[in-house]
């Protein structure tokens, strides 16, 4: 394989709750792709690559064209040097391990970033996603709220809604409903008064990573 040619690509920069900015480093390699590497080994090797640099995967693609683009992720975030970092030692590796590819795109995950593992909701805990179930549940797939990690070790969301007055939110998979307090007061932290009609009633929709066909991060743009 010919050394790549590298150039860096500014994708995105949108910072929220201090969240990485998003773009990619690309290399490009102008060789035919027929690789016989299959995706599972190419997955595993990227992984132990990554996390003996202190990375973590968060996802893999393989795009038209000889395209192989790689999302990487750490607890310190991601920098267009991060990026790279990653692509010149996976350019390496692959080059060692025979797999070839026409380009090559190491990339931050992104607003909405994926969760796929039990430590992508462990890390972001609390924080605002989307769920798609496998199966229909009271006639929905999709659903939204903040990320719940529960004592039996599965997850949740407490989804969040104003009631009608007079009304109080059922149960979603035997987890009881329940109404969040008013806010304090920031003077004295005494509850302020509030009416039926102002009350927050929260649902949460418990699962296991085995039920879920996707999820997301919900990007929040803070200006």
């Not at 995967?57 to 992720?73: A, H, K, M, S």
């Not at 996603?129 to 990320?147: D, K, M, P, S, Y």
Request: glycine share 6%.
């Amino acid at each position: 394989m010919s050394q790549p040619e590298v150039s860096k690509v500014r994708h995105r920069a949108l910072m929220s709750m201090g969240s990485r900015a998003h773009f990619f480093f690309r290399a490009v390699n102008g060789s035919s792709v027929e690789s016989t590497a299959t995706s599972a080994s190419i997955v595993a090797l990227a992984e132990r690559t990554l996390s003996a640099m202190g990375y973590q995967l968060v996802d893999l693609e393989f795009g038209q064209r000889g395209l192989l683009r790689i999302f990487i992720d750490s607890e310190a975030g991601v920098r267009i040097e991060d990026c790279e970092q990653v692509s010149r030692q996976l350019t390496h590796l692959f080059a060692v391990e025979e797999i070839e590819y026409a380009r090559l795109e190491v990339s931050s995950p992104g607003l909405d970033r994926p969760l796929r593992r039990p430590e992508d909701f462990v890390r972001f805990q609390g924080e605002r996603a989307t769920v798609r179930l496998r199966q229909a549940f009271q006639g929905r797939r999709n659903f939204e709220g903040l990320i719940t990690v529960e004592p039996d070790g599965s997850f949740g969301l407490e989804l969040v809604a104003a009631p009608a007055v007079g009304t109080v939110s059922p149960a979603v998979r035997g987890r009881p409903a329940r109404t969040k307090p008013p806010p304090r007061s920031p003077s004295r932290g005494a509850p302020k008064s509030a009416s039926a009609d102002e009350a927050v009633a929260v649902r949460k929709l418990v699962f296991r990573l085995e039920e879920i066909e996707r999820a997301r991060l919900v990007p929040w743009v803070k200006f």
